[in-house]
């Protein structure tokens, strides 16, 4: 078993030998079984005390992980969208600054202009929708990972001045339901599913 998967089962355990009430509420999910369902990086998600299970599960675990913590921090907190805010402004982001824009920004950059081609495939696939882009972005739209998690992917075309860049935004109140070295990894996670999602 994997290091995720250990930590993984050790969350369900913990959350499901607590009996959290309203569960369902706050996450929110669809009771099935002994355990939920909803929509986790664009794909169907049931989780319950014998494990958490993708569409397309992930070899490494860590979508997997992520959706345990997500249920763990569970709140009755309503998802707040705007303003949305930069890694960098969410509580102790320092340590994870430099990897959060390498593997959920720059890693989107070679694909700017395919995404642009598909952005409303993606954002479909991706529980989004597409948004108008701010200032000098060329196009943007906004996702959401998890119930209450959104994040808004700027794009900015590359140009004579300028090389391609791409911004992750996060929901306003996003740290309320994940801590913030997990909503690195939703960032990441969500950007290499965009880049699986694109058709050739």
């Not at 319950?48 to 569409?55: K, Q, S, T, V, Y």
């Not at 339901?177 to 990894?185: E, I, S, V, Y």
Request: hydrophobic share 45%.
């Amino acid at each position: 078993m994997s290091r995720f998967a250990a930590l993984t089962r050790s969350n369900l355990k913990a959350l499901f030998s607590a009996a959290v009430p309203a569960l369902g509420e706050n996450l929110p999910a669809e009771p099935v079984g002994s355990g939920f369902k909803f929509r986790a990086f664009g794909q169907g998600c049931r989780i319950g005390p014998d494990g958490i299970f993708l569409d397309h599960p992930s070899s490494a675990g860590v979508p997997e992980l992520l959706v345990s913590i997500y249920a763990l921090n569970s709140r009755s907190e309503a998802p707040r969208l705007s303003p949305f805010k930069a890694f960098r402004e969410l509580p102790h982001s320092g340590p994870y600054v430099g990897a959060f824009a390498s593997h959920a920004e720059a890693i989107l950059v070679p694909h700017v202009d395919k995404i642009q081609q598909q952005c409303a495939h993606l954002a479909s696939q991706l529980d989004g929708h597409l948004e108008i882009p701010a200032g000098s972005a060329d196009f943007a739209f906004i996702v959401r990972p998890l119930p209450k998690i959104a994040l808004n992917y700027i794009f900015y075309r590359a140009d004579e001045e300028f090389p391609a860049a791409v911004s992750c935004l996060f929901s306003n109140n996003a740290a309320s339901f994940l801590p913030t070295d997990a909503l690195a990894d939703v960032g990441e996670v969500t950007s290499r599913r965009m880049v699986d999602l694109l058709q050739c």
